[in-house]
């Protein structure tokens, strides 16, 4: 019906959870963790905290009612007017019996229509997907080495589980445990109202319930931690496993050393102690529940044969107990899963709550193109090493150079490309371009002025419009086609269709661009970068993959590209770049050569020797 949804709508647009912020790096201290995320709506919480103390007193309320239905009943019969029926009985006892109907079937209707409404069309869909969104934009923000020393899927999966954890955690602890220690304490109260040897049985009943739970919840915190992380690690190898399929299909012969089957039979191991805690705390407890109800159905049946108590005391007392011994096994659940959800929140806390290794400086300012001259000031980087790939590297490009990078393997080329971009900082040095340091500028505004194509071509499982269009709102197809001609794609992109019926630039190119060939990979990478046109071009063995005649057309297409432009070209190929303003060669992190195509020709050394290598192949 209408009407509900306008009620689901208001309380579902309570929370936005995609508002941009400033900041999204939480605190790595557990409570500080928590509260980043809980602060930005607590009122969300704290609707919830008022309905699970209200939801509480009404329960015990509800149970009291059953004792005095009994002694209501038990005096009507007394006083002999059972045949006078409902008329009767309703004459007696109406304002009770109205009382009565109003709390159990009006107002706990609505205690908990509101407690439902806070929980799932609250929080749920909105704090959950605040957590996983802002977790997701703090660790995509993460250095290259960040996802280079993990697994792509282990990182998602607790990226994930960030937003379930936490906020199970929090509506268990207000909701949940909440709830069942104000009901505690209200039974208690109402006990003791009756009986001092009634509450004190309850009062000594919760004394036990903490002694157990203080022994065995820490036990499941990090036994589910433990878990977690193995767990994590399982959900990791089987989606590496997935995104090189190919491979393990080939090498599949072998089962008994499969790395899955080792990840599943560590995590197997982690969680035996788990569920053994988990039965003993179970054993516990339920040991504990039937002495206290044998020994408060005897204390309430003894002070009726005294006269002390009615009928119906003995029966809101037995029904007040039960339900207690009831929530208690709830609690006792809830508490495990609380800790639990305490255990996985820290094991991502540690990933997620990590700082960045390449932040913005305070207060950085954006980066000003202003023609594209850029120097490396006695730059090195080791990757953590001794020594290796750059060492006091000088090299200065003017405004529109056009620059070849060459070299064996291993000698520095990618590595001098990712920190022109800053996907790593130097260890010594500064890289400048238009006499701005790069590391004190804002990163984003720095990458939006490169266009970057490399031989390891990384496509999105999107359509191909938006591989090509990645990062702009609002693209034209227009503009898409005419980037994928320039990158003599069009032709083959028109011939597409995927096993959902999409066709052209609406196929699915499969994670990684795994339906394509290299080849068409490649220049759809390479229309991305035509439709970027950013200043400063960066090209990393982008043709490698194409066949000569493909990427003789495509070359004239880079040809107009480079114009105007700021270009780095790293090539194998070598002749690939020897139409380029210049041509630095690297070896072992250092420059051992520098000048035109026929300069070096001309010079004789290494890139002499490689040239005269591949024109004799």
């Not at 998602?156 to 009901?183: E, H, N, R």
């Not at 990840?263 to 529940?289: D, G, W």
């Not at 207060?363 to 020594?387: C, L, N, Q, R, T």
């Amino acid at each position: 019906m209408k009407v509900f949804d306008v009620v689901f709508s208001f309380f579902e647009g309570w929370i936005d959870p995609f508002k941009a912020r400033d900041d999204y790096e939480p605190p790595n201290k557990f409570l500080g963790y928590v509260w980043h995320y809980v602060s930005q709506v607590k009122w969300a919480f704290v609707a919830l905290l008022i309905y699970g103390f209200v939801n509480a007193i009404v329960e015990a309320i509800v149970f009291s009612y059953v004792g005095q239905l009994v002694d209501i009943l038990t005096q009507f019969e007394a006083q002999g007017k059972h045949s006078t029926g409902w008329d009767g009985l309703w004459l007696e006892f109406g304002n009770a019996l109205l009382v009565m109907f109003i709390v159990v079937a009006l107002l706990r209707a609505t205690i908990v229509t509101f407690g439902a409404l806070i929980e799932e069309q609250v929080i749920v869909p909105g704090f959950f997907m605040l957590i996983r969104w802002q977790s997701y934009k703090h660790v995509i923000g993460q250095s290259l080495s960040f996802f280079q020393n993990d697994l792509a899927g282990r990182i998602s999966q607790k990226v994930f589980q960030s937003g379930m954890a936490t906020g199970d955690m929090m509506i268990s602890l207000l909701q949940v445990i909440w709830f069942v220690v104000i009901y505690a304490v209200t039974t208690a109260g109402l006990l003791f109202a009756l009986d001092w040897q009634l509450g004190l049985v309850i009062g000594i009943w919760i004394v036990v319930f903490y002694a157990i739970a203080r022994f065995f919840i820490p036990k499941v915190r990090d036994h589910a931690r433990r878990a977690t992380e193995s767990g994590s690690t399982v959900t990791g190898r089987m989606v590496d496993s997935y995104a090189n399929i190919q491979t393990v299909k080939l090498h599949s012969g072998d089962v008994g050393n499969d790395p899955i089957l080792d990840a599943m039979k560590e995590h197997q191991k982690t969680i035996y102690p788990f569920t053994r805690t988990l039965t003993s705390m179970r054993v516990s407890l339920t040991v504990v529940n039937g002495i206290v109800i044998c020994i408060v159905a005897y204390i309430a049946i003894d002070l009726w044969l005294l006269g002390q108590a009615t009928l119906g005391s003995v029966a809101f007392v037995l029904a007040l107990v039960l339900r207690l011994q009831l929530l208690s096994g709830r609690l006792l659940g809830n508490l495990n899963g609380f800790f639990r959800n305490v255990g996985v929140t820290q094991n991502t806390m540690g990933l997620v709550a990590k700082p960045h290794d390449i932040q913005d400086l305070p207060d950085a300012p954006a980066f000003k193109f202003h023609g594209g001259e850029i120097e490396f000031k006695d730059v090195s980087f080791h990757y953590d090493k001794v020594d290796g790939i750059l060492d006091d590297l000088n090299l200065k490009i003017k405004p529109g150079e056009k620059i070849g990078i060459v070299g064996p393997s291993g000698a520095g080329k990618t590595t001098l490309l990712y920190l022109l971009m800053r996907f790593f900082d130097p260890e010594k040095g500064h890289v400048l371009i238009d006499g701005q340091d790069v590391t004190k500028v804002q990163q984003n505004s720095l990458r939006s002025h490169f266009s970057f194509v490399q031989q390891d071509v990384q496509l999105f499982h999107r359509s191909v419009f938006e591989n090509i269009a990645q990062g702009k709102s609002g693209a034209k197809l227009d503009d898409v086609i005419k980037a994928a001609k320039l990158a003599n794609a069009h032709e083959f992109i028109i011939e597409l269709e995927d096993n959902k019926g999409n066709k052209g630039y609406d196929v699915q190119v499969g994670e990684r661009g795994v339906k394509l060939s290299g080849g068409q990979r490649q220049r759809i990478a390479i229309a991305r970068a035509l439709f970027r046109n950013a200043p400063i071009l960066v090209l990393d063995e982008a043709t490698s993959q194409l066949d000569s005649g493909v990427e003789e057309a495509i070359q004239e297409s880079l040809a107009s590209l480079m114009s105007g432009k700021t270009v780095f070209v790293v090539a194998h190929r070598l002749s690939t770049v020897s139409k380029l303003d210049r041509l630095i060669v690297l070896d072992k992190g250092k420059i051992v050569a520098e000048g035109t195509h026929q300069n070096l020709i001309s010079q004789g050394g290494l890139y002499a020797d490689l040239w005269s290598k591949q024109t004799k192949n």
